[in-house]
Every structure is written in structure tokens, then in C-alpha cells.
């Protein structure tokens, strides 16, 4: 058997890397053991809570930097204990990404202030790639953080719904203050009148922006359907998974994000077309018809809730098509950045100057006004040129591939939870054409997923080693004394 397991990378923290070699055998937690990574996985998305006490918007900028906080101090934790390292899917092309960033610190056009901040909060983001990879992973336990990503996202989600059937008890109390500052009818803006005259502020879910529940509706409904398609799972927790796909997609629906819904219908196909790599066809096509039944079927129940509001709203998106309905919300940016931006800024526009790093730390002067990015394509030009494109775009691609060629060998033990990471990983990655996903925590998510997934499948690589050692010790065990017994009737 070929050895796949990671070698001790060239760019290392301070302890060695294993398992390609050990001096003792590693010490595998069990899988019932719960650990910082199981905290940071909640984290993530309960920290939402925060925002819905009395008088929280005050102190909104420190709650809402406390995921970010938590990942660079996950890191700082693991370096000064079990390590970093670069060996992980991405992780040198994110390095490499992070160094062009310091590069651009000299651009004439850089706001030094907000382009030092825009590097740290980069690092924040990608640090689970350099992290979470030391830590021993059994598949029991990467499937148990897979499912706390998703109950966590599914109680947003589900809250969400609450605060269309509920709103006086489920909304928060305040609304974003920057968002009011910014513009003090954005959440009249953001609402709209349903059947009966039920006026409908889009669900927030566990954040204060209005249709904020969109982004946990479609991660809670992928990850619920990729629970639900599993074999040998039993009836009862089938339609446990397959109710909450019912909730999330129609919470997406009330959020009347469109991009969103797209790219979950998309990513449901993808887990199909796994299936349909791994060889099963029937499978993929069963995965498929039942993704449709039920994007229609949320429809229905959204509809009855949002009325012609949300009903004409996404029919013109199945009228207009897929590839239309995109060139007409958002591919006109990436149209815009491709035709216009490269050749206006092909080694980028300095650091600093777009995205919240720009309002909070920002220094803008005259002659490099601040910029704005619709799209995470433009962001990456902003901040490194066509070279970030290629850095940053080559990490990604990196990550999902390793992710991919586990999810379709169906004889992997850990294929099928590899299959809802790669579909959490596309997820993201088809929303960097949406928005700049790659500036929110949904890059946490991204390398998280791609970390822990690594580190599962190093160390089942490790137990088969060790399992097969264990087998030939004691199948020498056995000749020595088979042989022993030869000769000892021998005399």
C-alpha cells in the first residue's frame, strides 16, 4: 500500500509532523470525546445569541468579531501545544496568498491601517487549514462535528421560521446599528407584506440583518439532505433529516435570496452526481428526483406564508433560467470586474480600501477613494491583482479536490461524510460569484471543513497502519511458535 499520509511539510511550527513516522505510538482519542474543536464549531453560529440581548448593539463590533477572535486564537492555542503546520489541501497556495497580501502593503494605493487589518482578519479566516489538521480524528467524531455544523445552522434556520409565524417574540430586538447608520430604511426595505396582510421582515435567523437565516437555511438544508441520502440509515431519522430540508429551503425562500436558493439547488446535485461517480447510478438519479421534490414542495409551504410576494419573485427565476437569471443579478459584476477591472487594476488597487476592514479601520484620503466589491472575484483583484486570482483560486481548487477524491471512492469508509464536506466546500465556492464569501465566516467554514475531513483521513490511514502491524506481529507470532512446536516434537 502506498503511502499518502502528509510528510513533515518544509514550512512547520514546532512539533514534528506525523504519521509518516512515529518514535511512539500516537495516542487516538476516542471517538466520544469531545474537544475545542466541537466549542468552535458552535461558536461559529451561536455566538448570534449575543446580538439578541437587551442593549447588545452597543457593543455589536466586539460580538461580532468574536468567531474571528476564537479562530486566531485557535490557532495561537495549537501552536504553542500540538502544533501547526502547511501540509494541508490549500494551505501553502493560502500562505503564499497571505504573503502577496504583506507584498501589497508598499502599493502606493494601500490604506496601511485597514490593509494590515484586511491580512490579519485573512489569516483569521484560513487559520483552521493550519490548525485543525494536527488533531486525531476518528470518522465517529468527524461525523459528529459535520452534524453540529449542521444542527447548529438548522437552529438558525429554524428560529428563522419562528420569526415569520412569531416576530414580536422571535426578532431581535435591535436591528443592525451600522446597517441603520448606513441607511435608516434598510429594514423597511428589506420587508415585505404576505398573505393576510402579514407584514414580513426577512428572517434574520440568529444574526440582526434581515434575511441573514438565508445563508444557515442553505448550509442546514445541504448537510440535512446529505444526513438523509445516507445508507443504512433508519426510517425515523430519514424523515427527521428530510423535515429539516423542508424548513431551511423554505426559510431560504422568505429570505427571497435568489443566488442563495441557486447555488443550493446546484449543490444537490452535486451530491447526486457523487453517487453517480462512486457508480451508482440509481442512487444519483433517486438523489436527484428527491432534491426536486422537495425545493417544490418548500416552495408550496413559503408561498403559503409569503404569498405572490415570494411566488412571482422565484418564478422568474424558472421562467428566465438559470444562466439569465444570474448575468441578470450578479454576472454582471464579474462581467464588469473581467472586462473593466483586470485592466485597470491587473496588480491590484492596494490593500485596505474595500470590505469592513475599510470601515472600521479605514483612512481614506483623496487620491485612492474606497472601493466596493459585489463579488469575491473583485476583492481578490483589489487586494493582489490576477495573482491573488490564481493564489487564492489555486488553494480552493486545492481543498476540494482533495475532498472530491475521497467522496467518490466509495470503498473509503469516510466517503460519505467526505461527500457532504465537498458539498459544503462547492457551497461557498459557487458563492464567491454571489458575493464575497471568502471575506465572511463562511471561509472558516470552508477550511474547516476541508481540515477536519484531512485530518479524519490521516488518521484512518494511521489505524489501518497500525492494524496491519498488529496483524504481522502476531501472524510471526504465531510461525515462531508454530515452529517452536515442530521442533519440540522433533526431539
Known sequence: MRDESPQPSQLIFPVQLQPAEWDEEPQIPQGHE?????????????????????????????????PYVSSLLALVICVRSIGADSAGPGARWVLSSLLLMVFM????????????????????????????????????????????????????????????????????????????????????????????????????????????????????????????TRSNISFVNRAYYLGAVLVAITVVYLTQVRSVLLMLVICMLAIAFVSLRQGRAVQGGWRATLATGLVVGSFVWAVTLGGDVVSDRFKDMVSSGVVETYQTNRGFFLE???????????????????????????????????????????????????????????AILAAMRSTYRVAIDREHPLHELAGMAFSVQFLIAGLCFTGPAFNTQLAILFWLMTAITYAALRTTFVLEQLQAEEEAEAYAQAEADADAGVHSEAR
Open 336 to 394: 464588469y470586474t473581467i472586462r473593466e477591472l483586470t485592466y485597470e487594476f491587473p496588480l491590484g488597487a492596494g490593500l485596505g480600501r474595500w470590505g469592513m476592514m475599510s470601515v472600521y479601520f479605514g483612512e481614506p484620503n483623496w487620491q485612492y477613494e474606497p472601493l466596493h466589491a459585489e463579488i469575491q472575484p473583485t476583492g481578490w483583484l483589489y487586494d493582489g491583482g490576477v495573482f491573488m486570482w490564481f493564489l487564492y483560486g489555486g
Open 34 to 66: 469531545w474537544g475545542w474543536l466541537e466549542a468552535f464549531v458552535l461558536i461559529q453560529v451561536m455566538w448570534g445569541l449575543l446580538l439578541f440581548l437587551p442593549g447588545s448593539q452597543a457593543y455589536r463590533t466586539y460580538i461580532r468579531a468574536f
Open 105 to 228: 502593503l508598499m502599493h502606493p494605493g494601500t490604506w496601511l491601517m485597514s490593509g494590515v487589518a484586511q491580512i490579519v482578519f485573512q489569516l483569521a479566516l484560513a487559520a483552521p487549514i493550519f490548525w485543525s489538521v494536527r488533531v486525531w480524528l476518528t470518522a465517529e467524531r468527524l461525523e459528529r462535528l459535520i452534524f453540529l455544523v449542521f444542527a447548529a445552522h438548522f437552529f438558525s434556520a429554524g428560529l428563522g421560521l419562528l420569526q415569520v409565524y412569531y416576530p414580536d417574540t422571535f426578532l431581535p430586538p435591535e436591528f443592525s446599528s451600522l446597517g441603520m447608520k448606513l441607511n435608516p430604511e434598510f429594514v423597511h426595505e428589506l420587508s415585505y407584506l404576505g398573505t393576510d396582510d402579514r407584514l414580513i421582515i426577512r428572517p434574520p435567523g440568529l444574526s440582526d440583518m434581515p434575511g441573514g437565516a438565508a445563508i444557515s437555511g442553505v448550509i442546514a438544508a445541504l448537510l440535512a439532505f446529505g444526513f438523509a
